[in-house]
């Protein structure tokens, strides 16, 4: 995550969210869409054996479409393989490389 955290700051710009969002995403002002959203991808990168059409049923419940539904899990199951593939290998921060 450490490698993604610039472009969050910059996609957010809200720099208040972006601290909240360090202790959790449940009560921090997000919409139920949004914390279904982020609900679906915490379980799909921590216990991907466990997901079940139930979390899926949710995000359409929540207002997302199957094309979202499709979007939503690309960008996770990216970010989680780059993330891994990163550690793996040992990849360090470039130098110039700040989290501000």
């Known amino acids: 995550m450490r490698h993604h955290r610039r472009g969050l700051r910059r ?3 809200d720099d208040e969210l972006l601290a909240r ?3 959790g995403y449940l009560g921090i002002g997000l919409t139920a869409r949004q914390e279904a959203m982020l609900g679906y991808v915490v ?4 216990r991907p ?7 899926v049923r949710l995000l359409k419940d929540n207002g997302h479409s199957e094309v979202d539904i499709l979007q939503i899990v690309q ?3 990216y970010f989680n393989f780059v993330n891994r593939l990163a550690d793996g290998l040992g990849v360090e921060l470039e ?6």
């Open 21 to 23: 969002l360090d202790e």
């Open 75 to 77: 960008v996770c199951c």
């Open 43 to 46: 379980k799909l990168t921590l």
């Open 95 to 100: 130098p110039w490389f700040s989290e501000d």
């Open 49 to 55: 054996g466990e997901m079940a059409e139930s979390d």
């Open 11 to 13: 996609l957010l710009a």
